[in-house]
């Protein structure tokens, strides 16, 4: 056998091997598996999302939602700036929070009636797209349950 033959065989055995261990990785743990190809997409969706609504480009962030009522996010959106409660910020961005669900959490700063607030968010996702980001924690208002109907889908 010559060292052509004998290169091409190993590199048909480490992909093998490989195919074999992948295989292996979605029976055992098949959240590990998807996540290693989903949660750096996510993690990308939900960074431009909660960036794009903190520096009120809600036209832009609405590409990072995964539903189709757009036009009324948007307007919803402004709306609730308009009122005086509006994201300037975030921090603490972890997606997966949890592997076996692939969701994610983030601290998002907001003023609200001219006072600034932080609120915990955990957000859902569809593959490359922000699902959900319900805001939980700190001072409750009218405006976190206007909040939540635009971007927590029960």
Same mark, same amino acid.
């Given at each position: 056998m010559g060292m052509y033959q004998k290169v091409a065989l190993t590199i048909a055995q480490l992909v093998l091997l490989a195919g074999m261990g992948l295989m292996l990785l979605f029976m055992i743990a098949p959240y590990k598996a998807?996540?290693? $190809?989903?949660?750096?997409?996510? %993690? %990308?969706?939900?960074? #431009? $999302?909660? #960036?794009?609504?903190? #520096?009120?480009? $809600?036209?832009?962030?609405? %590409? #990072?939602i995964g539903h189709s009522r757009k036009q009324e996010w948007i307007a919803g959106m402004e709306q609730l700036k308009r009122d005086g409660f509006y994201a300037v910020g975030y921090d603490s961005l972890e997606v997966p929070h949890d592997p076996e669900h692939g969701d994610g959490r983030a601290n998002i700063e907001f003023i609200q009636d001219g006072e600034r607030q932080t609120y915990y968010a955990v957000m859902t996702f569809r593959p490359g797209t922000v699902q959900q980001a319900c805001l939980f924690f700190g001072k409750p208002s009218r405006h976190i349950e206007t909040w939540n109907k635009l971007n927590c889908h029960y």
């Open positions: 998807v996540g290693l $190809f989903l949660n750096p997409v996510n %993690k %990308k969706a939900a960074a #431009s $999302f909660l #960036s794009d609504v903190a #520096s009120g480009g $809600f036209e832009q962030a609405a %590409k #990072s």
